[in-house]
C-alpha cells in the first residue's frame, strides 16, 4: 500500500482526524483540497498554496487529457514536476467532467465515447484509459472511472450505473501498473441508501486503498445527502480514507466531517472569490458591494493570510470591480486560507471534544442561525 492513514481519535458521532502518508507527504485529516483543473489552481500559485495552508490538491485527468496531453506531463515529471507543486495531489477520472461536458456521449459497458469541449474531436476513454492517463500524470492518488447518473434517475438506472461502476472498478485495478500510486474506490447509488450500502460492501470486497463517496451534492437538497451520509459512511471501512466528492461549501463539509468523513474537493472558495465574494468568520462577504467602495481593513480581522495583512477591504473590491486579475488573486488566497483554517479548527474540535460547540458557533457566525437537527 502506497498511502498510509493512521486515526488519533473518533468521536461517538464518527468525527475523526487523522492523517495520510503519501509518496509526496502527509496530510492531516480532515482535509480540503482546492481544484487545480488544468493543473493550476486558479489565480493562486504552488507558494500562495503553501502559505494558505494547503496539503493537498486535486487536478482533473479529462482537462489535462485533452490539453496539454498527459505524455508531455510525463515527460516534464508528472504533475508534480509540471506544477512546481511537491505536496500530495489527487487526479479524478475524468468520468464527472465527461458525464457534465459532453452533451453528445454514448456510454456501455466498454466505456464512454464523446466529442471534446475542445475541438469537437471524437474520443473515448475506457477504464484502463483513464488509468493509464493518470498513471502518467503521477498522482498520489487515483480515481477509477465510474458512472455518475443525472439527477433525477429512475431505480433502474441507479442500479445500472451502479453494476457499471462496478464493473469499471474491477478493471481499473486489474489495469494498474504502478506501485506508487494508491486508488481509492467510488460508491455511487444516488440518495437511495439501501443501494449505496450494497454497493459500499460491493467496493470494499475489492480491496481499495480509500473510499470515495461520488454522485452527491449534484442537486438534490442537503438533507438528503445528510442522510445518505448518516446512514452510510459508518460503515466505510475505518482505516481508510473516506472521501466526499464535490463538495465544499462550509456547512456540507461541517456536516460531513461530523459523520466522519476524512477529505473534501471543490471549486467552491476559488470560484466565490472571483465572482467576488469572500467568507469571513462572520459570514460571506460580497466585496464588489459599493458599501465597500471605502473600507478600511482587512477583508476579515480575524485572519492573517497576505491578503489580511497587507491590504484594505477598498482595494481588493477595487480590483476585482475593475477585473484585475490581482484582485481575484488576493480574494483567492484569501478564500483558500478560510477554508484550511476551518479544516485547523475542526481538527481541533474533535482533539479536544468540542466538535458540537464549535458547530453551533460557526453556524450562528457565519449563517445566522442554528445548524440543521
Known amino acids: 500500500m502506497t498511502l498510509i492513514y493512521e486515526s488519533s481519535k473518533t468521536l461517538d458521532r464518527g468525527a475523526r482526524i487523522g492523517k495520510m502518508i503519501t509518496p509526496h507527504g502527509s496530510v492531516n485529516t480532515p482535509t480540503f483540497m482546492p481544484v487545480g483543473t488544468a493543473g493550476s489552481v486558479k489565480a493562486v500559485g504552488p507558494r500562495d498554496l503553501s502559505e494558505a495552508g494547503v496539503e493537498m490538491i486535486l487536478a482533473n485527468t479529462y482537462h489535462l487529457h485533452l490539453r496539454p496531453g498527459e505524455e508531455i506531463v510525463a515527460r516534464m515529471g508528472g504533475l508534480h514536476g509540471f506544477m512546481g507543486w511537491n505536496r500530495p495531489i489527487l487526479t479524478d477520472s475524468g468520468g464527472f467532467q465527461v458525464f457534465s461536458l459532453s452533451s453528445l456521449r454514448t456510454v456501455d459497458d466498454d466505456g464512454v465515447t464523446f466529442n471534446s469541449h475542445v475541438d469537437g474531436a471524437r474520443l473515448h476513454l475506457t477504464p484502463e484509459s483513464a488509468v493509464a492517463i493518470q498513471e502518467k500524470l503521477g498522482a498520489d492518488i487515483i480515481m477509477p472511472l465510474d458512472q455518475c447518473p443525472p439527477l433525477p434517475s429512475s431505480p433502474g438506472d441507479l442500479a445500472e450505473a451502479v453494476r457499471r461502476t462496478t464493473h469499471w472498478a474491477e478493471r481499473s485495478l486489474a489495469a494498474r501498473r504502478r506501485d506508487d500510486q494508491s486508488m481509492f474506490g467510488i460508491i455511487q447509488g444516488g440518495v437511495d441508501l439501501d443501494l449505496r450500502r450494497e454497493h459500499l460492501d460491493d467496493m470494499i470486497s475489492l480491496g481499495f486503498e480509500g473510499y470515495a463517496l461520488g454522485g452527491l451534492s449534484v442537486g438534490e437538497p442537503l438533507e438528503e445527502m445528510y442522510g445518505v451520509l448518516a446512514g452510510l459512511v459508518g460503515r466505510m ?83 476585482i470591480k475593475s477585473r484585475e486579475v490581482f484582485g481575484y488573486h488576493l480574494a483567492t488566497i484569501h478564500n483558500l486560507r478560510f477554508m ?28 445566522g442561525e442554528e445548524p440543521p437537527r
Open 237 to 319: 471501512p475505518g482505516d481508510r480514507p473516506r472521501y466526499l466528492m464535490g463538495v465544499g461549501s462550509p456547512d456540507a463539509v461541517i456536516e460531513a466531517v461530523r459523520e466522519g468523513i476524512d477529505m473534501f474537493d471543490s471549486v467552491y472558495p476559488t470560484r466565490m472569490a472571483r465572482h467576488g465574494t469572500v467568507m469571513t468568520s462572520s459570514g460571506p462577504l460580497t466585496i464588489r458591494n459599493a458599501v465597500q467602495a471605502d473600507r478600511t481593513g482587512p477583508l476579515d480581522p480575524r485572519c492573517d493570510c497576505p491578503t489580511c495583512r497587507n491590504f484594505h477591504r477598498a482595494y481588493v473590491r477595487h480590483l
Open 340 to 367: 484550511a483554517d476551518l479544516m485547523c479548527d475542526l481538527r481541533s474540535a474533535i482533539a479536544g471534544d468540542y466538535l458540537e460547540d464549535f458547530r453551533r458557533e460557526f453556524w450562528a457566525n457565519y449563517y
